[in-house]
């Protein structure tokens, strides 16, 4: 599972004109499936952001989390996190879980997050969204839980 968490100090995301999630402090975390991604990713995924130090303490340092803050998190789907961008000038989404199984885990990281973080907004699996953001600092960090290697 991958998150690309950015620091916010407001987020919003739109389809069809409306908007369907906005948030004001918080993190904007773009969510991703591989293939071979499982709920133990995706939970794995959730405690990292949620305990990922990201927001400024009275001292300026980096030693708060989106808990710690009581700021929003807004999720968004998005399998072109996966890309491999490797060669040519074109990616492929080879990597990425297949739909039903990234639809799954995203709904799954939702229902989670919605359980254990106070203000969880989203976008929509598999619409053409669009997402607006004022990154705060800027701050922006990869997250990636990487499934169990297997031994042969």
Known sequence: MIGLLQR?????V????E???AIGRGLMVLVCAEKGDTEREADALLAKLLGYRV???EAGKMNRSVADVEGGLLLVPQFTLAADTRSGTRPSFSPAAA?????RLFERF???ARE???KVETGRFGADMQVSLTNDGPVTFWLRIDPPKVLS
């Open 19 to 21: 908007t369907i999630g």
């Open 110 to 112: 939702v229902r989670q």
């Open 8 to 12: 916010v100090t407001q987020a919003s």
């Open 99 to 103: 739909p039903d199984d990234g639809r």
């Open 55 to 57: 927001f400024s303490d």
């Open 116 to 118: 254990r973080h106070g």
């Open 14 to 17: 739109v389809v069809d004109g």
